[in-house]
């Protein structure tokens, strides 16, 4: 059993650090046990931390709220044996129901899906999420949730078919209920990022999502004037509440996601179809 759990955590957690041994980050979510900087030291040849054993399992938020915000530590076998021991480890595997499968309806699913990002940033596991919330051809219709947004309920068009509206008054606002009741799920995460406590502020502030599609309008497949939603403080680098319109046919998405990297520190001198920066971004 131990020695498992160390070859799963050095294939999924080891990082190396030039001219430094390699060295292992442990989250806060993970059950293997939980461990809290105390003091770390960086010698030429060796890579360190002193660390001291939280006796329960704990929450994320509670560790970082109690014993800050950064796991490191490096390990041999006597101080993995002590960590299982505080963690209570066991080899027993636990006994828990299983979902049936794939949620039949979108809302279930598609908050499923924004659970499992909220996780992976909450913990650490991954910086970047992609997730495409439905393909370009799908013929699917989606029930409504009676609400505000909704008063009747009722269940939009197919995806693809509304898409080709014909630039009829009435096939567009079908489509745009449609598409409003999809934008209205991105709420549920954001909402969720903005409730997660993460250092200093929330993991909201400390991320950036970005919302939209490949078409400007989908019934002719144009790719120009296409919209999208920014949510979020990319680490304080990004003014919300604000709506930036241009001049029509004359900016790329290219140019969005430039000036998007550049937001990361990543400062290309193009992306794809761009022409150059999205001015008025930052």
């Known amino acids: 059993m131990l020695q498992e759990i160390q070859d799963v955590v050095y294939r999924s957690l080891t990082l190396t650090i030039p001219n ?73 595997v636990p006994v828990m129901d299983l979902p049936p499968g794939v949620p039949e309806q979108f809302d279930e699913h598609i908050r499923l899906q924004f659970d499992l990002a909220r996780l992976a940033f909450k913990s650490d596991i991954t910086r970047v999420v992609t997730l495409l919330g439905a393909r370009d051809l799908t013929g699917r219709s989606y029930p409504f949730p009676k609400g505000d947004l909704f008063p009747n309920g009722g269940t939009s068009v197919s995806f693809h078919g509304g898409s080709h509206h014909q630039d009829d008054p009435t096939q567009i606002k079908r489509y745009a209920d449609l598409n409003r009741y999809h934008v209205s799920t991105l709420a549920y995460f954001v909402q969720k990022l903005k409730e997660e406590q993460d250092g200093d502020g929330t993991l909201l502030d400390h991320s950036l999502v970005m919302y939209g599609t490949n078409m400007g309008n989908s019934n002719q497949h144009q790719h120009y004037d296409v919209p999208h939603i920014l949510v979020g403080g990319a680490g304080g680098r990004l003014k919300g509440g604000r709506h930036l319109a241009y001049e029509r046919k004359t900016v790329t998405t290219g140019n969005l996601l430039l000036s998007v990297m550049d937001l990361y520190g990543i400062h290309n001198d193009e992306q794809g179809d761009s022409t150059g920066r999205l001015e008025k971004l930052v």
């Open 20 to 92: 430094h041994q390699p060295v292992v980050r442990f989250f806060a979510h993970r059950q293997v046990f939980r461990c809290v900087v105390t003091e770390v030291s960086l010698l030429p040849v060796n890579a360190y931390a002193t660390c001291r054993p939280i006796p329960q399992i704990v929450s994320t938020s509670t560790a970082r709220k109690e014993h800050g915000h950064i796991w490191v530590g490096t390990f041999n076998e006597k101080p993995l044996n002590r960590f299982v021991g505080a963690a209570g480890i066991t080899d027993k």
